[in-house]
C-alpha cells in the first residue's frame, strides 16, 4: 500500500492500483465522526461490577442508561474491547442534540442484540434514522451482546472509530465527573476557614459541563487545618456561570478562622464526590 499526497484532494491510500481512501482533507476530522459516546463501553466511572441490575433510567458505563423497564448485564473485557451482554430490559444512551446535524445517520455495532432510533423498529447492525440538528436523539438496544457502538452522518455503516482513553474519558465528563482517589486519606481540594464551624475550598471539574450538575458524595471526610476536624456535611456550588469552577462547603467543628487547610477523604478508599449533567 502506498500513500499518495495532493494539495487539491488530500491523501489517498492505494492498493494494488486502487485508491481505497481518498479526500482525507475535506472528510470528517478524525475523533468526530461517531455520535455514540463511549462506544468501546471503556469508561465506567461509576464502578458498577459483575451482574448490573438498574431500574429504569440508572446509570451503569458511562452514557448509557436503563430503559422503562430497567436493565440487567454482564460484561466482559477482552485486547481492550468492552462487549455488554443484555439478559433483560433495554440500555439507551441519550445522544444530545448538539453533536447531531440534520440528515440519515446510520447505527451500527458488533453484536447478537437488536437496537432502534428513536420510535423507531428493533433491527440488527446497520439501523439507519433521520436526525434533526439541534433536537436530542435516543438509541436503545434489547437484549444480546454488543461492542463497538457507533453512530454516524450518511447511509453507509464504516469501521469502528477508535477514539484515545483521554478523549473518550473527557467526552464523557461532560455529564458525569467522579473524583476519587482510590487511597484513604486522598486529597480533593484547598481552602480555608470561614468560621470555627465552615470551612470552603475551591474545586475544577475537568471539562465544562452539559449544565449546572448535580453534586453527591459519599464516604467519610474530613477538614486537616492544624488538626483533623471530622465533615458532618459537605455540599458544593457553582460561583461562575462555566460549569466548571465549583466552591465545595464543608460543615464542622473545632476551626479557626483564617486558617489553611484540605479536605480529604479518612480512612476509606471508596470515597468520592462526583457532579452529575446526564441527560
Known amino acids: ?52 441490575v438498574l431500574a429504569a433510567g440508572v446509570y451503569g458505563h458511562d452514557r448509557w442508561k436503563a430503559g422503562a423497564s430497567g436493565c440487567s ?4 473485557t477482552t485486547a481492550n474491547v468492552t462487549t455488554i451482554t443484555i439478559s433483560a430490559g433495554s440500555l439507551l444512551q441519550v445522544i444530545e442534540g448538539l453533536n447531531l ?28 434514522g433521520t436526525a434533526t440538528g439541534g433536537t436530542n436523539m435516543t438509541i436503545d438496544f434489547s437484549t444480546g451482546t454488543l461492542s463497538l457502538v457507533q453512530l454516524e452522518e450518511g447511509s ?14 473527557a467526552l ?12 484513604a486519606y486522598g486529597f480533593y481540594a484547598s481552602g480555608g476557614a470561614l468560621s470555627a464551624t465552615s470551612f470552603r475550598a475551591g474545586f475544577s471539574i475537568p471539562v465544562p459541563m452539559r449544565v449546572a450538575a448535580t453534586f453527591t458524595s459519599s464516604g467519610s471526610f474530613r477538614v486537616y487545618t ?33 486558617d489553611a487547610g484540605y479536605i480529604s477523604s479518612l480512612a476509606d478508599a471508596d470515597a468520592y464526590i462526583a457532579f452529575d449533567a446526564e441527560l
Not at 472528510?27 to 462506544?39: A, E, Q
Not at 440519515?104 to 447492525?125: E, F, M, N, P, V
Open 1 to 52: 500500500m502506498s500513500v499518495t499526497i495532493n494539495g487539491s484532494t488530500g491523501v489517498s491510500l492505494v492498493q494494488d492500483g486502487v485508491i481505497v481512501t481518498a479526500d482525507m482533507a475535506s472528510s470528517v476530522p478524525l475523533g468526530t465522526k461517531n455520535k455514540i459516546i463511549n462506544g468501546n463501553l471503556g469508561i465506567n466511572q461509576r464502578a458498577v461490577t459483575g451482574s448490573v
Open 73 to 76: 448485564y454482564t460484561f466482559a
Open 101 to 128: 446535524q440534520s440528515g440519515t445517520h446510520t447505527l451500527s455495532w458488533t453484536g447478537t442484540a437488536t437496537a432502534k432510533i428513536d420510535a423507531g423498529s428493533y433491527s440488527a447492525s446497520g439501523v439507519t
Open 156 to 169: 453507509t455503516a464504516t469501521p469502528f472509530e477508535h477514539r484515545s482513553y483521554g478523549q473518550e474519558l
Open 172 to 183: 464523557c465528563q461532560r455529564y458525569y465527573c467522579k473524583t476519587s482517589p482510590g487511597t
Open 226 to 258: 492544624t488538626a483533623a476536624h471530622t465533615i458532618s456535611a459537605l455540599s458544593a456550588f457553582t460561583y461562575l456561570d462555566d460549569s466548571i469552577s465549583t466552591m465545595l462547603d464543608v460543615t464542622t467543628t473545632g476551626l479557626i478562622a483564617g
